[in-house]
């Protein structure tokens, strides 16, 4: 990139849950995010003690 140019930031849409809804157990972004299974359970994105998030059961509240 010369001096002339300037750098241009892209911002990425959040991301969706499937349309069929989430699995519990399925790699999941942002932590803290809620969503519904595709049987309708209240679904949230927990961070797994290995380090990887993933959908849980959301007990509301």
Known sequence: MSW???ARTTTQP???PPA???QFGQYC???G???R???GRPA???M???GKARWGYHHGG
């Open 4 to 6: 002339t140019e300037t």
């Open 14 to 16: 959040e991301p969706r």
């Open 20 to 22: 069929g809804g989430v």
């Open 29 to 31: 972004s942002p932590v």
């Open 33 to 35: 995010a809620t969503t």
């Open 37 to 39: 299974t595709s049987d």
């Open 44 to 46: 949230k994105c927990y």
């Open 48 to 50: 797994g003690k290995d």
